[in-house]
């Protein structure tokens, strides 16, 4: 399963951005799919997750209230919608997929993607 994130870039404290990340393949390693980021100087650190069905969520404290996780199973494809962007954002955000929810959110996934940049401008 090849993962291919998009929709980074800069923008302005207070703003938005949607990431997107397709999966080349629908399989049981798709099941979990979540974003992790790293910051310049600083460890990877969970974002968010989703379960198959989109029912079930964890988001990073950081996050809660103005990150979005949701997925499109026909296009094999996991969104993070960012809203109200903080400069402390700015990272290298990755997706992965996993068929084991301890895997996904302790960052064993066995597939991630190539990360996108997002740079927020105070």
């Known amino acids: 399963v090849q993962l291919q994130a998009s929709g980074g870039g800069l923008v302005q404290a207070g703003g938005s951005l949607r990431l997107s990340c397709a999966a080349s393949?629908?399989?049981?390693?798709?099941?979990?799919l979540g974003w992790f980021r790293q910051a310049p100087g600083k460890e990877r650190e969970l974002v968010a997750v989703?379960?198959?069905?989109?029912?079930?969520?964890i988001y990073a404290e950081s996050v809660k209230g103005r990150f979005i996780i949701s997925r499109d199973n026909a296009k094999n494809t996991v969104y993070l919608q960012m809203n109200s962007l903080k400069p402390e954002d700015t990272a290298v955000y990755y997706c992965?997929?996993?068929?084991?929810?301890?895997?996904?959110?302790?960052?064993?996934?066995?597939?991630w993607g190539q990360g996108t940049q997002v740079t927020v401008s105070s």
């Open positions: 992965a997929a996993d068929s084991s929810f301890v895997r996904v959110s302790t960052g064993e996934s066995e597939y």
């Open positions: 989703i379960s198959w069905s989109g029912t079930n969520t």
């Open positions: 393949a629908r399989t049981g390693s798709t099941n979990l």
